[in-house]
C-alpha cells in the first residue's frame, strides 16, 4: 500500500513515539529495582515506580499496572493498588478522584505510604480545611530520617500557595545541617534555593511608610520552584525596555542604598539625550524594590509601590496556584502584558485586573481573553520595541556578518556571511540576582552591535534589535503561536508606532507618578491616555471574515451518505446514536447488547458506519431483531485534507457531527461512543429536559482539556498565521470559550436547538477548514449552553472514582477490549460471552 506523505509522517511520528515509550517504560523498571537494592521497600519502590511512569510517555503502562494491583485477590494488593491509583491520578491533577482511592485504602495506610500526595490531593480538594489533619500528621514525622519526605511536602505546600506553612517547615528543616544528610545534592541545591524564596527573600526589602520617596517595583523572575524559574535572558530585556521608560526622567535620583538603587543610578547615563526627559521641578527621591514576578508575595514593599507590568504572566510554583494579584502595596500599569495558559485567567483575576483597567496587551490573542471576562484592553504591543531609549543604535548594516541567535537555520547553511552563533538561554541565568540579570541583557544586545544581519526565532532578540536598527529576520518555530499575532512581519511604520505609542503612554502616566499624584489621579491619567486605543482595539475584534460554509454544502455532505433500515418505530422509543467503522465493529455488538440488558423502552439505534462488511448489517438485524435500526452509510463523506484527529480515534467519529441533518425528524438522540458499556437505564438519560441547552455532557477533569479556549486554540496552530488570528478572534467574538469543556462520548444532542443555531454548517467549517476536531466544535458550540451530566453517566476509569457508574467509558487509548488491564473490563468480558454472534464479527474476549 502506498502511503501518502501525511500518512507517512504520521507513521514516523508514531513509530518515534513508541521507541520513546518502551525506552521510558524499561527505565522506569531500572529504577524500580534500584530502589530496592538501595534497602527501600517494595511499597516505596512500587510507588517511586508509579510517580517517575506518570511524567513519560510510559505512563499507560504504569496506569494499568496500578489497575491490575488494585483488582487483585487480595486486600493487601487491593490497599496498594487504591494509593498507587491514587498517586498516579495526583500526577494528574485529578485530586477529587485520587482521595476517594486514598479512603479506600485507609488514610492511616495512605498518610503512611504517599504523605505527599495524600497533602497533594487533601489540599486540592479540601483547601485550608485539611491543615489540621496534616499537622496532626506532621507531629509524628523524624525531620532526620524523614528529610526526603519533608522537603516533599514543602513543595506540596508551596504548590497550594500555603507559604506561611512551607516557611515555617522549611526553617524547621534547614535549621540543623544534620537534617539534610538524606538529601542528594541536587536536592540540597533545591532547598537552599526554596530558604532563600521563603524565608531570606520574604525580609529582604527594608519597609517603611515615609511618603517622602517615590516607591518603584522592578521585576525579577524568580520563583520558590527553581526548575520553573526563568533560564531565558530575554525576560531581563524585558526588564532593561522597562527601565528605559523610567530612568528617561532626569529629575529623579535613586537615593536607596541597596545594589538595585546604585545600579539604577548608573544606568541612568546610558539613556540617548533625545528621550531625556525634565519634570521642571527639585530632585524626586526614589527607591527602587525587587519584586519576583510569579512570586511577588515572597517580598515586602512599602504603600503605593509603582511597578512597571509586563511579559508573559502568569507562571506557577511546582505547576500550582498562580501568586497573583500582586499585595495591596503594589500599583501595577498593565502594558505588553501577556497570558499564554488561559487557565490563569479566573474571575477572581479577572476582578483584580479590572482595578487596574486598561490592560495594555502584548498580542491579540491576550485582548480577546480579557475581553471575554469583560475587562477593558487595548493592543500595546511588546516593550522591548523601546529599548532603544537606553542601548546605541547599529551603524553596521553593510557589514557581512551575520548573527545567528537560536535560528533553526544551521550556520553551515549561510553562504557569503560571516556567521556566529548566540544564544539566549542558559540554566546559569537562573542564579543571577535582578542587577547581574539586568547588566547581563545590556551586555548580550550591545554583543550584537558588531553584525550586520540577525536571524534569530526569539521575540527578545527580534524586537529589541530591531529596537536598535538591526536588519533582524524573525523566524520562529510556528508563527501561528499565540505570542506572535500583531508583532509578526511589522513595516517600518507599524514598528514605529508601537514604539512611539508605548513611549508616549509611559512617559505621561510615569510623569504624574514622580510629580507625587495621588493613585486614583494617577490611573485617571492612564485611562485617558489609553481611550482610544481602547476604542480602537473594540473596533478591530469585531473584523474577520464570515464563516464561508453554507447551508448548501451541508446539503451536498448529506447527500453523499446512503440511508437505509426500517422507519415502524415505537413513539415511545428510545433513539441512540453510534458511529463505526471496520476497526470497531467486533465491539459495538457489546455496547448494544448492555444497553438492551437495562432498557425498560424499544431502541432505535442510529448507526453511522464506514466501509463495513456487506453482511455486518443483516447480521446485527438478525441477531438484534427488537431493534429497530437506522443505517447510514458515510464512507463517501471526505471531510477534507485538514482533518485533524487525536491519536485513538478514526474518522467516524467525526460523523456526529452531521446528525441533525440526518435525523431531521427527532429533537434529540443519545450520542454513544464504542467505548463504553452501559449499566443502566438509558430512558433516564433520554428524558432529560433538555430545554434551551444545546447538549447533555460530563464536564471534563483533565487540566489539558478542561477549557473550550485550549481546545480552540490548539487547532489555530495548525493553520497559517493570518487564518489563525482570524479564527482565534471570530471564535473569541462568538462564542464563549472560557467554559468548561465536557466529554463528547456520551452526550444527549438537543437536534431542534442544533438545526436553529447551523450547527453543523459551523461543525464542519471547523473540522474541515480549521484542523479542530469533533469534540472541539461541540464544545466551542454547545460548552457555553451545556446540560452537567451527573459523573456516573460518563465514568471514565483512568480519571474518575464511581463505585456503581450508569455507563463506563473507557476514554483514551487503553480499551476494555485490549489485552492491557482496565478498571471495569471483566464486566465488558462477561456482557461480550453473552451477546450474539453477528457474522463472526463479535468479540469473544
Known amino acids: 500500500m502506498v502511503l501518502t506523505e501525511r500518512e507517512r509522517v504520521r507513521q514516523t511520528r508514531d513509530e518515534r513515539a513508541e521507541a520513546r515509550k518502551l525506552a521510558e517504560e524499561r527505565e522506569a523498571r531500572y529504577f524500580y529495582f534500584e530502589d530496592l537494592l538501595a534497602g527501600k521497600s517494595e511499597e516505596t519502590a512500587l510507588l517511586n515506580f508509579i510517580r517517575r511512569g506518570n511524567k513519560g510517555s510510559g505512563r499507560v503502562a504504569t496506569r494499568t499496572f496500578a489497575h491490575w494491583l488494585y483488582e487483585h485477590d487480595t486486600a493487601e494488593k487491593k490497599n496498594i493498588g487504591a494509593i498507587a491509583i491514587g498517586v498516579f491520578l495526583v500526577g494528574d491533577e485529578l485530586f477529587e478522584a485520587a482521595l476517594k482511592y486514598f479512603e479506600v485504602a485507609g488514610m492511616q495506610k495512605s498518610w503512611s505510604a504517599a504523605p505527599k500526595e495524600v497533602l497533594s490531593a487533601k489540599l486540592g480538594v479540601q483547601g485550608k480545611d485539611s491543615l489540621p489533619e496534616f499537622k496532626n500528621w506532621l507531629s509524628k514525622v523524624d525531620f532526620r530520617t524523614d528529610a526526603e519526605c519533608i522537603y516533599e511536602i514543602i513543595k506540596v505546600l508551596s504548590q497550594f500557595g500555603f507559604y506561611d506553612e512551607a516557611r515555617s517547615i522549611c526553617e524547621r528543616l534547614t535549621s540543623e545541617k544534620s537534617n539534610l544528610n538524606q538529601l542528594s545534592s541536587e536536592q540540597i541545591k533545591d532547598i537552599e534555593w526554596i530558604s532563600q524564596r521563603l524565608i531570606n527573600s520574604y525580609s529582604e526589602n527594608k519597609i517603611d511608610d515615609n511618603d517622602e520617596f517615590i516607591n518603584i517595583a522592578v521585576m525579577d523572575y524568580k520563583l520558590i520552584d527553581r526548575q520553573r524559574t526563568s533560564s531565558n535572558r530575554g525576560d531581563y530585556v524585558q526588564t532593561l525596555a522597562s527601565l528605559s521608560n523610567i530612568l528617561r526622567f532626569e529629575d529623579v535620583e535613586f537615593v536607596g542604598e541597596t545594589k538595585l538603587d546604585l545600579y539604577l543610578n548608573e544606568l541612568k547615563n546610558n539613556i540617548h539625550e533625545s528621550h531625556k526627559v525634565k519634570l521642571g521641578k527639585p530632585k524626586v527621591k526614589s527607591r527602587a524594590f525587587t519584586l519576583d514576578r510569579d512570586f511577588s508575595s515572597g517580598r515586602q514593599y512599602p504603600p503605593n509601590t509603582w511597578l512597571l507590568c509586563n511579559g508573559w504572566f502568569m507562571h506557577r510554583n511546582f505547576k500550582g496556584t498562580i501568586d497573583f494579584p500582586f499585595p495591596d502595596a503594589i500599583n501595577p500599569i498593565f ?40 475587562v477593558k484592553c487595548f493592543f500595546s504591543g511588546c516593550l522591548t520595541t523601546t529599548i532603544s531609549q537606553i542601548l546605541p543604535s547599529t551603524q553596521n548594516q553593510d557589514i557581512r556578518r551575520l548573527a545567528l541567535v537560536e535560528s533553526r537555520i544551521a550556520s553551515n547553511q549561510v553562504e557569503n556571511w560571516d556567521v556566529e552563533e548566540f544564544s539566549q538561554v542558559g540554566d546559569y541565568v537562573r542564579e543571577f540576582d535582578l542587577v547581574d540579570g539586568i547588566k547581563d541583557a545590556d551586555e548580550m544586545l550591545r554583543g550584537y552591535l558588531p553584525f550586520g544581519k540577525i536571524k534569530t526565532s526569539r521575540l527578545h532578540c527580534y524586537l529589541p534589535c530591531r529596537s536598535m536598527g538591526f536588519d533582524v529576520d524573525f523566524a520562529p518555530r510556528n508563527r501561528s503561536d499565540v505570542r506572535f499575532e500583531g508583532l509578526l512581519d511589522l513595516s517600518k511604520d507599524e514598528f514605529q508606532n508601537i514604539r512611539s505609542g508605548i513611549e508616549a503612554k509611559l512617559k505621561a502616566v510615569y510623569a504624574a507618578i514622580f510629580e507625587g499624584k495621588s493613585k486614583e489621579t494617577v490611573m485617571q491619567v492612564w485611562k485617558d491616555i489609553c481611550h482610544d486605543d481602547v476604542v480602537a482595539t473594540e473596533r478591530v475584534v469585531n473584523e474577520y471574515p464570515p464563516v464561508p460554509s453554507s447551508s448548501d454544502e451541508v446539503a451536498e455532505f448529506v447527500k453523499q451518505i446512503k440511508i437505509s433500515g426500517t422507519q415502524q418505530e415505537n413513539s415511545n422509543a428510545i433513539h441512540v446514536a453510534f458511529a463505526t467503522d471496520a476497526n470497531l465493529m467486533g465491539y459495538f455488538p457489546v455496547v448494544l447488547k448492555s444497553a438492551l440488558m437495562h432498557a425498560s423502552r424499544p431502541l432505535v ?79 433516564e438519560l433520554f428524558d432529560i429536559k433538555l430545554e434551551d441547552h444545546l447538549v447533555a455532557g460530563k464536564l471534563s477533569n483533565l487540566k ?13 496552530l495548525y493553520l497559517e498565521p493570518q487564518e489563525a488570528w482570524n479564527l482565534r478572534r471570530r471564535l473569541h467574538s462568538e462564542h464563549s470559550l472560557y467554559r468548561t469543556s465536557f466529554n463528547a462520548g456520551i452526550i444527549v444532542m438537543n437536534l431542534d436547538k442544533m438545526r436553529e443555531q447551523l450547527f453543523s454548517m459551523h ?47 473507557w476514554a483514551g487509548v487503553v480499551k476494555a477490549w485490549d489485552t492491557k488491564p482496565i478498571l471495569w473490563k471483566s464486566e465488558f468480558i462477561e456482557v461480550a460471552n453473552i451477546t450474539p454472534e453477528v457474522q463472526n464479527y463479535t468479540f469473544r474476549g
Open 335 to 374: 502594558i505588553s502584558f501577556h497570558v499564554n495558559d488561559p487557565a490563569v485567567l479566573t474571575e477572581d483575576v479577572a476582578t483584580n485586573l479590572k482595578k487596574f483597567e486598561p490592560i495594555g496587551c502584548r498580542d491579540w490573542t491576550t485582548v480577546y481573553r480579557l475581553r471575554e471576562f469583560g
Open 605 to 683: 439505534v442510529h448507526l453511522m458506519y464506514r466501509n463495513l462488511p456487506s453482511d455486518y448489517l443483516d447480521g446485527l438485524k438478525h441477531a438484534f431483531s427488537k431493534v429497530s435500526f437506522r443505517f447510514y452509510d458515510m464512507s463517501e463523506v471526505d471531510y477534507g485534507e485538514r482533518l485533524r484527529m487525536l491519536s485513538h480515534t478514526t474518522v467516524s467519529t467525526m460523523d456526529r457531527c452531521l446528525l441533525p441533518e440526518i435525523i431531521p425528524d427527532q429533537s434529540k438522540v443519545i450520542y454513544l461512543d464504542i467505548d463504553i458499556l452501559v449499566r443502566a437505564d438509558l430512558s
Open 704 to 716: 489539558t482539556w478542561n477549557l473550550v479556549t485550549k481546545l480552540a486554540t490548539r487547532g489555530s
Open 763 to 809: 461543525a464542519l467549517h471547523l473540522i474541515s477548514s480549521c484542523h479542530l476536531n469533533d469534540q472541539d466544535a461541540l464544545n466551542i458550540m454547545g460548552a457555553s449552553n451545556v446540560y452537567e451530566l451527573a459523573p456516573e453517566w460518563n465514568y471514565v476509569p483512568a480519571q474518575d472514582y464511581c463505585e456503581d457508574p450508569k455507563i463506563i467509558h
